[in-house]
């Protein structure tokens, strides 16, 4: 099991990740949903975020731009689809290459003793081949190191403060 504890659950074309940050839930809160710092977490190491859009309201849309050290662009983007801040977040997603192949993800924050937080994210699918497609695509890998950044940056912002 790694980091980001997924379980796939194909009968309901569906999987969950969690994780667990050292950081309050507010301030969990605000990382996801700060245009100004989802660029410092948001995709991989070797690569650099553009947020595009983040109208961070429910119909409001998103589009980040992820250009790799290859010089690659790699478009995603959704619609906010329910938010109850500081508790969840949902929207669409959709890599932009593969049109139509759109998934949801449901973000629960879920405040833990000691000032923890976790994240619970369910990721539900449209059809077994979207989902397959996705957890073929390397996302376990993309998302433990996202989230690896994620931590890092909630601690940088910890000592800052």
């Given at each position: 099991?790694?980091?980001n504890?997924?379980?796939?659950?194909?009968?309901?074309?569906a999987f969950t990740m969690s994780r667990v940050f050292d950081a309050p839930r507010d301030l969990v809160w605000k990382v996801y949903i700060d245009p100004a710092l989802v660029p410092q977490w948001w995709g991989?190491?070797?690569?650099v975020t553009n947020v595009d859009k983040m109208d961070v309201?429910?119909?409001?849309?998103?589009?980040?731009?992820?250009k790799g050290a290859d010089g690659v662009e790699h478009a995603f983007r959704g619609v906010y689809t329910e938010i109850h801040a500081p508790e969840l977040?949902?929207?669409?997603f959709e890599y932009e290459p593969m049109a139509g192949h759109v998934s949801v993800d449901t973000l629960t924050f879920v405040a833990l003793p000691g000032g923890k937080?976790?994240?619970?994210?369910?990721?539900?699918?449209?059809?077994?081949?979207?989902?397959?497609g996705m957890l073929q695509s390397g996302m376990e890998e993309g998302s433990t190191e996202l989230y690896d950044r994620?931590?890092?940056?909630?601690?940088e912002i910890q000592l800052e403060g």
């Amino acid at each position: 099991m790694g980091k980001n504890n997924l379980v796939v659950e194909r009968d309901q074309l569906a999987f969950t990740m969690s994780r667990v940050f050292d950081a309050p839930r507010d301030l969990v809160w605000k990382v996801y949903i700060d245009p100004a710092l989802v660029p410092q977490w948001w995709g991989r190491r070797d690569s650099v975020t553009n947020v595009d859009k983040m109208d961070v309201r429910v119909g409001g849309e998103w589009r980040y731009v992820e250009k790799g050290a290859d010089g690659v662009e790699h478009a995603f983007r959704g619609v906010y689809t329910e938010i109850h801040a500081p508790e969840l977040l949902a929207y669409t997603f959709e890599y932009e290459p593969m049109a139509g192949h759109v998934s949801v993800d449901t973000l629960t924050f879920v405040a833990l003793p000691g000032g923890k937080t976790r994240i619970d994210i369910r990721t539900t699918f449209n059809s077994l081949e979207d989902m397959e497609g996705m957890l073929q695509s390397g996302m376990e890998e993309g998302s433990t190191e996202l989230y690896d950044r994620l931590e890092e940056l909630l601690a940088e912002i910890q000592l800052e403060g």
